[in-house]
Structure formats: structure tokens, C-alpha cells
T-cell receptor, first 116, second 114 residues
Framework: AQSVAQPEDQVNVAEGNPLTVKCTYS??????LFWYVQYPNRGLQFLLK??????LVKGSYGFEAEFNKSQTSFHLKKPSALVSDSALYFC??????????????FGTGTRLAVRP | KAGVTQTPRYLIKTRGQQVTLSCSPI?????VSWYQQTPGQGLQFLFE???????NKGNFPGRFSGRQFSNSRSEMNVSTLELGDSALYLC?????????????FGPGTRLTVL
């Protein structure tokens, strides 16, 4: 069975500093990995995904993520945090089969707080 | 393109009632998935529909059901509501529901069971 772990409930960072939100995964086969962000009272907003190829994936709003197969990690990063980045971030792994269908398994979420 | 829309946005029901939530996917998307989000359990997969067929189902009781119409719109139904069903229900759509497709989420329906 697939699983995703986000070891930090909350990450605090000062505006302008780099940020990292950690994610590790467990899945049989090749992983399809995703990051989503959720603002209060909103749905999930897609940030980026890793399917194959380059281990560094660039996404929306200046975010990027680094896929590390040996460490089974997919950490989300941003070189310079903004106060407006404060939100709840979810890492997810995709399990898909032609006959078994589609399913995203999510981590527990990490709350990012960026202080001015 | 318009995004995923969900109606209604908010619902208040009492225990024992039933409820139907609606989801309209992005135009051209054929796969629709449903998720339940609660503070205690986080985001949990309910089911996925593609071409009017349920392809995948999560670990939820039979009170939770869904369907998909020929225009890819989907509904989910919860019968005999319990207090624990209070949650944000999220719908997501993708092109074909393949591993490489991105799931795009709607704003959710906030269900409160009293």
C-alpha cells in the first residue's frame, strides 16, 4: 500500500528566507508525486508534480520540489518566502491502474507560517 | 476554462437525513474523484468515476455512494447521516484519470451534521 509522510505539522520561516516543506513516500512501482496548497475555506490548489525525468521540478508561484529516489523524498522548496505563502501544504502520491482506477493518497499536511 | 464547481458550498443537515452533493468537472475531463477532509482523519479518498463507471473506492461504509452522468458531472450521496460525516467534501477532475494527469480540485462542500 502506498503512503505519504509529512513529518512536520508546522514550519515557521521569516519572509525573504528560503523554505522547505518535507515529504517522504512509500509506494511500489514508479511514484507519481504531487504538491497541493490549501488556503482557508478553499479547495486544494495544484502546485507541481513529478512524473519522470529531471529530479528538480518547477511549479507555480516560485515553488519547486526535489525528487530523491534513494531517500524516497519529495521536498517542497522556495528560495524566498512571502507572507502570502502562509497556508496548508499537502504532499500526495498517485496510484493508478488501468483497471483499478485513480487515487491520490495524501500526507497529513504541513502548515506554513511566514512571518513578516 | 472554468474550474471544477461544486454545489452547494454549505449544507446543514440533521442526523438520519440524507444529502446529495454535486460536482461539475472541468470541460473535457472525464475522471471525477471525491475526497473527504476532516481535522482528525485528514484527506481521505472516497471514490473515482470514469465514463459513468466507478473504478476505485476507498474504505467508507455503503452509506456513501456516487454516480457519474454521461456529461461527466458527478454526484455523491450520503444516507443516514451521522455526526462524524461533518466534513469538507472535495471533488477533483482530471482528463482521463491516468497517473500522469493532474487532478484539479473544486472549492468543496462544507457539510455540517447536527
Amino acid at each position: 500500500a502506498q503512503s505519504v509522510a509529512q513529518p512536520e505539522d508546522q514550519v515557521n520561516v521569516a519572509e525573504g528566507n528560503p523554505l522547505t516543506v518535507k515529504c517522504t513516500y512509500s509506494v511500489s512501482g514508479n511514484p507519481y508525486l504531487f504538491w497541493y496548497v490549501q488556503y482557508p475555506n478553499r479547495g486544494l490548489q495544484f502546485l507541481l508534480k513529478y512524473i519522470t525525468g529531471d529530479n528538480l521540478v518547477k511549479g507555480s508561484y516560485g515553488f519547486e520540489a526535489e525528487f530523491n529516489k534513494s531517500q524516497t523524498s519529495f521536498h517542497l522548496k522556495k528560495p524566498s518566502a512571502l507572507v502570502s505563502d502562509s497556508a496548508l501544504y499537502f504532499c500526495a502520491v498517485r496510484v493508478w491502474g488501468k483497471s483499478s482506477g485513480d487515487k491520490l493518497t495524501f500526507g497529513t499536511g504541513t502548515r506554513l507560517a511566514v512571518r513578516p | 476554462k472554468a474550474g471544477v464547481t461544486q454545489t452547494p458550498r454549505y449544507l446543514i443537515k440533521t442526523r438520519g437525513q440524507q444529502v446529495t452533493l454535486s460536482c461539475s468537472p472541468i470541460s473535457g475531463h472525464r475522471s471525477v474523484s471525491w475526497y473527504q477532509q476532516t481535522p482528525g482523519q485528514g484527506l481521505q479518498f472516497l471514490f473515482e468515476y470514469f465514463s459513468e463507471t466507478q473504478r476505485n473506492k476507498g474504505n467508507f461504509p455503503g452509506r456513501f455512494s456516487g454516480r457519474q452522468f454521461s456529461n461527466s458531472r458527478s454526484e455523491m450521496n450520503v444516507s443516514t447521516l451521522e455526526l462524524g460525516d461533518s466534513a469538507l467534501y472535495l471533488c477533483a477532475s482530471s482528463l482521463e484519470g491516468r497517473g500522469t494527469d493532474t487532478q484539479y480540485f473544486g472549492p468543496g462542500t462544507r457539510l455540517t451534521v447536527l
